[in-house]
């Protein structure tokens, strides 16, 4: 069993910047490929960002050059650094495996950009 906990949103102003991460539990974290997730009320669930076991990562397209995926194996950790954040980012941030895992879904951290 994993159990992930997202952390680092917060209120931010249009152009500014917001650190994302995820700390997982369980000796599993390091055979999954992780991803980050976000959701706004009334929409699906959409992949931002993924990462695979040895580092390499994908952007979904609006957040290609604006955001970077990373992670820790050691700390069992994966990270979003997100930049130049736009109102459009809002939205609540989860990370989980990619494909998802129904019961690794977090609570999520909140990200809101705003003026």
């Known amino acids: 069993q994993v159990q992930l906990v997202e952390s680092g949103g917060g209120l931010v102003q249009p152009g500014g910047s917001l650190r994302l991460s995820c700390a997982a539990s369980g000796s599993i974290f390091k055979s999954l490929r992780m991803a980050w997730y976000r959701q706004v009320p009334g929409k699906e669930r959409d992949l931002v960002a993924a990462?695979?076991?040895?580092?390499?990562?994908y952007y979904a397209a609006a957040m290609k050059g604006r955001f970077t995926i990373s992670r820790d194996n050691a700390e069992n950790t994966v990270y979003l650094q997100m930049n130049s954040l736009q109102p459009e980012d809002t939205a609540v941030y989860y990370c989980n495996a990619q494909p998802p895992l129904l019961n690794f879904w977090g609570q999520g951290t909140q990200v809101t950009v705003s003026s």
């Open positions: 990462i695979t076991q040895g580092g390499s990562t």
